[in-house]
């Protein structure tokens, strides 16, 4: 049976690209006792509301129709944001050079985040590499709780 994420997936992409967006990821989660599907979009020049508002009333007809989640939940249609996660090796190849704070499940070196610039990333494990301040740094995929773009001001 396919996952809830990839048919949403699936039937989302073409909707979002009617609307000139790409579709950058979909979560199903449950927070506070209610559970989310979110589609988080992206756009050359940035996500408006009615693009989140077009593909969320086409979306929600589709996953009405199709009905993949047994009981209720929120159907959420926002922009992958400045600060987004990289999750794919696909993200990760086109952030190369780009400013990120990586966090880690355990410390290195006494601390858990480090707020650098991803100089490298291996597809092959996975892994990534920060420069931070000069230093290099290489983790493992398993050690990565989280990596996202980090703006600076």
Avoid at 64 to 93: M, N
């Amino acid at each position: 049976m396919e996952k809830v994420t990839d048919l949403t997936a699936r039937l989302a992409a073409p909707i979002v690209e009617e609307q000139g967006c790409s579709l950058w990821d979909v979560e199903y989660v449950k927070e506070a006792g209610t559970w989310y599907l979110r589609v988080l979009i992206d756009k050359e020049g940035g996500v408006d509301i009615l693009d989140c508002e077009n593909i969320s009333r086409a979306l929600s007809d589709l996953l009405d129709e199709a009905d993949p989640i047994e009981g209720s939940y929120t159907l959420e249609i926002g922009s992958a944001g400045a600060e987004r996660v990289l999750k794919r090796p696909a993200d990760f190849q086109r952030y190369l050079n780009s400013p990120v704070l990586v966090k880690l499940y355990k410390p290195v070196d006494g601390r858990k985040e480090f707020p650098g610039t991803l100089t490298a990333y291996n597809e092959a494990d996975g892994s990534l590499t920060v420069d931070l301040n000069g230093t290099a740094y290489t983790f493992g995929k398993k050690d990565v709780a989280l990596c996202r773009l980090r703006v600076e001001f």
